[in-house]
């Protein structure tokens, strides 16, 4: 048992041609913790990842992984990582079981009867005798999982793994990330679904364009969030524009599509509705256009908003935080 | 810019102690895969008994094929038709056989998206190089033994074992002929390496097996026509269809080997520049698909 860190990558760089993939990037990953990396497609999050595999060399920096590194250790980097990228692909002329089997082969073998268990943990079971290339989307993922955890790993690394999957897949590989984080591995999960890393992780970092945008404690992130927007459409829209003018913690306007965008903190959107409701004016819809963490990231990941919102100060603060 | 935690509690993360694979785990892992696939089986199934039909087809014709090297006797002497077979062979057929594992070896895991499923494991990039290049360089032996197999045992039990007549003009006893046919078949291998190499070094460099696959046969039809021009003699030695013919020698009288040394030269250098070439580019590469 020591305290090492589980990734430690400093001063990463990596360029395709003229393109600048991931910019100087420095990521700590403390053992035992559910850490996300987080950030809109081309950011740099996949790159970052297939550099820590070895997929991808940097053109600087060093990438530490429990301790080893590529230059001194080889593939022996690996010794105690699992996980996939993107999404996990196989050889569709095999089936399930005979791809596992394969990667054990590769992993020097596994200890007997763990490729059952983990069949029965990603719930493959029925299925792993069948040819690869009838797997849906989702029993790839799944899949991949059982792979991953195959190496019976302490690192897992996990790219988007929800990715692609419907509403109930999605949330099977969100409990299954969650029983896997609470195992005491340590998880490094790349995503762009902010609820997907707050849900699971931590920590996170946000990335923008092969550069960190914000990371800290997902708590953190949550108290810098702006406040929440909802779309209100009521029976008189005309009337309850006037009666915001006396909630003056709120920012209420007209939407193009004739309901009102109500922003502000969620006690003072609770006072309005209620008033709106004395003064009969009855709500038709009432919904959330982003839950304050999403909003935020948009601001740090969308450049078109930046421009747009009227928060410098907040702005500034997260641009130090990232700092 | 950083992004630093701390961690909130100590964690297992010295150094693992997990297995390694053997030298021979990457081998086996290979050969298990080419024994699933379909076209592997095809091609070996192909050259069990392709050679028959064309043996019988040959025997069955009223007139031999007398423009071509033992084509006279082909329909009267097993050894000849043979060689005819053998001849007929160098021109694409073996390049072809040989191109189908080797050139797709290598660009599969490009098509199926699985370079980045077998690089995340304990082996390496070297030790997948040499397993793929060995299981498609055995694949070589193996469809060449079948071919030349199936094409000997037929030519004989179908046309005959007669003594065979020799480009000088000599009679070769059966037994003899036997031992020199099997000889002329086993000479086609360096040559056949050479390909697999040059399919390797295709398949590592396009990515794509349609290319790994096709591109050696055409090269090596190109390479036999100008191998056949006149005023090429500088390079011809360098040609890697030459070594196909250096079995020639062996049917003269007297016997000359020195086609076959030179042969072999030749081939190994195309598979050392081969192989070099697409085990540099395959270390070097950044695995950014799949």
């Known amino acids: 048992m020591n305290d090492l860190l589980a990734v430690e990558a400093t001063g990463v760089t990596k360029t395709f041609g003229s393109v600048l993939a991931v910019d100087d990037i420095t990521i700590r990953v403390a053992a035992g913790e559910v850490y996300g990396v987080l950030g809109p497609n081309g950011a740099g999050k996949t790159t970052f990842l297939r550099m820590l595999f070895g997929l991808i060399r940097p053109d600087s920096g060093t990438i530490e992984v429990l301790g080893k590194s590529w230059g001194a250790d080889g593939v022996g980097v690996l010794d105690g990582v699992g996980g996939f990228i993107e999404s996990p692909r196989f050889y569709p002329y095999l089936t399930g079981r005979q791809n596992l089997e394969g990667l054990a082969l590769l992993d020097g073998g596994v200890r007997p009867g763990l490729l059952e268990e983990l069949l029965e943990l990603v719930e493959m079971t029925d299925r792993a005798d069948q040819k690869v290339g009838g797997y849906s989307y989702g029993m790839r993922q799944r899949l991949g999982v059982a792979a991953s955890l195959l190496r019976e790993p302490r690192l897992l690394v996990l790219d988007e793994p929800a990715n692609g999957l419907d509403p109930a897949g999605i949330r099977d590989m969100r409990a299954l990330v969650k029983r896997l984080a609470n195992s005491g591995l340590t998880v490094l999960l790349s995503s762009h679904d902010m609820d997907e890393v707050e849900e699971i992780c931590d920590n996170v970092t946000i990335m923008k364009r092969g550069t960190v945008a914000f990371h800290g404690t997902i708590a953190k992130l949550r108290t810098m969030a702006p406040d929440p927007g909802h779309l209100l459409a009521t029976t008189d829209d005309t009337r309850a524009l006037a009666l915001a003018e006396q909630h003056p913690a709120l920012r209420v306007t007209r939407d193009p599509e004739a309901a009102l965008v109500v922003t502000g903190p969620t006690p003072d959107v609770s006072a309005y509705v209620a008033a709106l409701v004395r003064n009969n004016i009855d709500l038709l819809t009432l919904t959330q256009t982003q839950t304050p963490l999403e909003a935020l990231f948009f601001m740090l990941t969308d450049d078109t908003t930046h421009q747009t919102l009227d928060r410098p100060a907040e702005l500034a603060e997260l641009a130090e935080a990232a700092r | ?290």
């Open chain 2, 1 to 290: 810019m950083s992004a630093t935690t701390t961690a909130a509690a100590p964690v297992d993360t010295s150094p693992a102690t997990r297995r390694h694979p053997g030298a021979l785990a990457p081998l086996r892992w290979e050969i298990r895969k080419l024994r699933a696939q379909y076209r592997a089986k095809a091609v070996l199934i192909g050259a069990l008994v392709l050679p028959v039909i064309v043996v019988v087809v040959i025997q069955g014709q009223s007139r031999p094929p007398k423009d071509t090297l033992f084509g006279r006797f082909a329909t009267d002497n097993g050894f000849a038709l043979s060689l005819l077979v053998l001849g007929f062979a160098a021109q694409w057929v073996l390049p072809l056989l040989t191109a189908v594992v080797a050139g797709d070896i290598f660009a599969s895991e490009d098509q199926h998206g699985t370079w980045k499923t077998v690089l995340t494991r304990s082996t390496s990039r070297a030790q997948l190089f040499w397993a793929k290049t060995l299981t498609a360089c055995g694949f070589a032996v193996i469809v060449l033994a079948v071919l030349a197999t199936s094409t000997i045992v037929s030519s004989v039990l179908i046309v005959g074992h007669q003594p065979l007549t020799g480009l000088s003009g000599q009679t070769i006893p059966a037994a003899e002929a036997l031992r020199l046919v099997a000889a002329s078949w086993a000479t086609m291998l360096p040559a056949m390496l050479g390909f697999t190499c040059l399919a390797i070094l295709l398949s590592v460099w396009s990515r794509n097996p349609a290319v790994g696959i096709a591109a050696p046969v055409v090269i090596g039809m190109v390479m036999q026509l100008v191998g056949a021009l006149g005023g090429v003699e500088a390079i011809r030695p360098f040609l890697l269809t030459t070594p196909f013919e250096a079995w020639h020698g062996l049917f003269a009288d007297p016997r000359f080997t020195g086609p076959l040394t030179e042969g072999l030269i030749t081939s190994a250098a195309w598979c050392a520049v081969c192989l070099g070439a697409a085990f540099v580019m395959l270390r070097r590469r950044d695995i950014t698909g799949g």
